[in-house]
């Protein structure tokens, strides 16, 4: 009972770490090409994709595509974080889980939808964002690191005017 909790705390603290890592990876994108971003990628049996919509209606699915009819995964709070960055000002947002480790059973083929809930707090202002969703979850409760996919999908939106807040 004691080992099984310690395992529980421990997950809870490992998934709430990498929600609020913050890169600092200073690489400036000076070619004034667009980056590249993948709305939607396939990793092993997982589809991921990310959906903006201009009602700021932000939005990820994962569906599962392999063989058996189900697959449960265990993931902390919410399968997906959510992160924020405006590409032409100083604005980011980076999102985290704080919640223990549950079990979501993934229907073989049909997406599961998980809503960027808050946004409209965040007031973003007029600008180009690149919206980041990124699954995180693992096929073994008792194996979380072993077991763990991390798929990250992100989508930039052009300049847009949706977010006025004033």
Do not use: W
Not at 66 to 86: L, M, P, V, W
């Amino acid at each position: 009972m004691i080992r099984r909790l310690f395992i529980v705390v421990s997950i809870i603290f490992i998934f709430g770490l990498f929600g609020c890592v913050k890169s600092n990876n200073n690489e400036e994108n000076v070619s004034g090409e667009p980056k590249i971003t993948n709305d939607s990628k396939q990793v092993d049996d997982f589809e991921v994709t990310i959906n903006v919509e201009k009602d700021l209606n932000v939005y990820a699915t994962i569906t599962y595509i392999g063989e058996a009819a189900e697959k449960d995964i265990y993931h902390g709070g919410s399968i997906f974080f959510f992160n924020i960055y405006q590409q032409d000002g100083d604005f980011e947002y980076f999102g985290a889980m704080t919640q223990p480790l549950i079990t979501t059973t993934l229907i073989q083929n049909e997406p599961h939808i998980v809503k960027f809930e808050g946004i409209e707090k965040l007031k973003l202002k007029t600008g180009t964002y690149e919206f980041e969703a990124i699954a995180n979850f693992s096929l073994d409760s008792d194996d979380v690191l072993e077991t763990k996919f991390e798929i990250p999908v992100s989508k930039i939106t052009k300049p847009i005017t949706f977010f006025i807040t004033e």
